[in-house]
């Protein structure tokens, strides 16, 4: 007779909460760091004068390092472990993002960015390994929904909790202050996360260990990933799927992620302080599709559909309303229903983002899912590099923000489609 797992106990749901809280709480301030600039745009350009597309080259610098670095960190993470690699990120990316507040030329600012991307780069797939490090197969999608929502709230939070401190004090001023939050975050994690084999559980409970996560009991050991096996992603349609999938979700959000509060201010002309609230809106709406996505791909599991379709459908629905809803955003006069557009693909943005790291918990080997999150993060964030950069270049050429926002839509669809038609197995 099989052998169910047990329902985790006070103590393990208690450190599966603290898992979750300590990512929600890096997680925004990853995307809090990452949104200054957008934030600080006007002020930044004005001081160190910074056309609009040495701007959007400005804005891209973080992607690029950070996609790049998107290849050898999952490995590290399924190497490593969360705790270690995190930490060191954290740290790294915290003292990268003073310096930018010190910078006096475009160079300098180029520097800094890029080594806020190779900073930030572990977070993600660490929170995924964490995920499924702590939480059976069939009940992943709400955490990581959760982990997800970081993005959008940070991005939410960013212009009105970065424009007060910019007014406060100055932009400058503003970067060195969340460089010390991040320091004291980098702290936290080191101090209080632990990993279920570190956590010291009771024998009955060790179906949440590293060695044993499933639904149905204790499985056999899992074996640190060999660089073998991490080039053996690349040999599965799967990978590539995810990879150029991606992409085009990385692309279309980045488009308003760096661009939104410049967009606002030179196209619709609204004021610093509207802006400072407007661009807000967007990113909370952001924070409710990741939440809502995780609950609705765990409820498909439920109802018996398999976990790569429960995790691929909502990204695929999510990747053509953003297409469809930027057509409208780029189009209309008003700025209201331009706002309300904006939040729609916002919203169904992040929904589809956190169903991608849902999926690669689905589609790759427990001891690779930070290595294959990595990789499709790698794509994702190729298109978020390349997004402010066409983004500010086709404004400057066409004085319009129109046609770089019709581009991203296209984009977003064909992606979908490769999502849709491409991902179809777990990896074995």
């Known amino acids: 007779m099989h052998q169910e797992k047990p329902e985790p106990n006070t103590r393990i749901r208690r450190r599966q909460a603290i898992s979750l809280i300590l990512l929600l709480l890096c997680g925004t301030i990853n995307y809090l760091d990452r949104g200054s600039l957008s934030v600080a745009?006007?002020?930044?350009?004005?001081d160190l004068g910074i056309s609009l597309s040495e701007m959007g080259w400005l804005l891209s610098a973080f992607g690029w390092s950070y996609a790049l670095m998107q290849l050898p960190i999952g490995a590290?993470?399924?190497?490593?472990?969360?705790?270690?690699?995190?930490?060191?990120?954290?740290?790294?990316?915290?003292?990268?993002?003073?310096?930018g507040g010190l910078c006096t030329n475009f160079t300098q600012f180029v520097w800094a960015r890029i080594f806020l991307g190779v900073g930030e780069a572990p977070h993600y797939p660490t929170s995924a390994r964490v995920v499924s490090n702590w939480f059976p197969p069939r009940d992943r999608g709400v955490p990581v929904g959760l982990f997800n929502a970081a993005s959008p709230l940070g991005t939410a939070l960013a212009p009105p909790l970065l424009t007060?401190?910019?007014?406060?004090?100055?932009?400058?001023?503003?970067?060195?202050?969340?460089?010390?939050?991040?320091?004291?975050?980098?702290?936290?994690?080191?101090?209080?996360?632990?990993?279920?084999?570190?956590a010291g559980l009771p024998p009955e409970h060790q179906a949440y260990s590293p060695e044993g996560r499933t639904d149905k009991g204790p499985a056999t050991v899992i074996q640190k990933m060999t660089l073998a096996e991490w080039g053996g992603l690349f040999a599965h349609r799967t990978t590539w799927s995810m990879i150029l999938g991606f992409f085009g979700s990385g692309y279309l959000t980045w488009v308003f992620i760096t661009w939104l509060p410049g967009y606002l201010e030179i196209e619709r002309h609204m004021t610093t302080i509207t802006t400072g609230i407007a661009a807000?809106?967007?990113f909370a709406c952001g924070f409710v599709g990741s939440l809502v996505a995780g609950w609705f791909?765990?409820?498909?599991?439920?109802?018996?559909?398999?976990?790569?379709?429960?995790?691929?459908?909502?990204?695929?629905?999510?990747?053509?309303?953003?297409?469809l809803f930027t057509v409208p955003a780029a189009l209309v006069q008003s700025n209201v229903v331009a706002l309300a557009c904006i939040s729609m693909v916002v919203f169904l943005g992040f929904a589809a983002s956190a169903c991608s790291w849902a999926l690669a918990t689905a589609a790759a080997p427990p001891n690779r899912v930070a290595s294959l999150g990595a990789v499709q993060?790698?794509?994702?964030?190729?298109?978020?590099?390349?997004?402010?950069v066409l983004t500010g270049s086709i404004a400057q050429a066409t004085h319009s923000f129109v046609p770089a926002l019709l581009i991203g839509a296209v984009i977003a669809f064909v992606s979908a489609m490769i999502y849709l038609l491409g991902v179809l197995d777990p990896i074995s």
């Not at 690699?85 to 993002?97: H, P």
């Open 41 to 46: 745009n006007p002020l930044i350009r004005h």
């Open 76 to 99: 590290v993470v399924d190497r490593v472990g969360p705790r270690i690699t995190l930490g060191i990120g954290l740290t790294f990316w915290s003292l990268a993002q003073g310096i």
């Open 164 to 198: 007060f401190l910019m007014l406060t004090f100055n932009w400058r001023w503003m970067f060195v202050t969340m460089g010390v939050v991040g320091l004291i975050a980098a702290a936290i994690w080191i101090l209080v996360y632990r990993d279920p084999d570190a």
């Open 280 to 282: 807000g809106i967007p």
């Open 297 to 323: 791909s765990d409820h498909l599991i439920r109802r018996g559909i398999s976990p790569i379709q429960s995790r691929k459908l909502p990204i695929v629905l999510g990747m053509v309303g953003m297409s």
């Open 377 to 388: 993060n790698f794509g994702g964030y190729l298109g978020g590099a390349l997004a402010p």
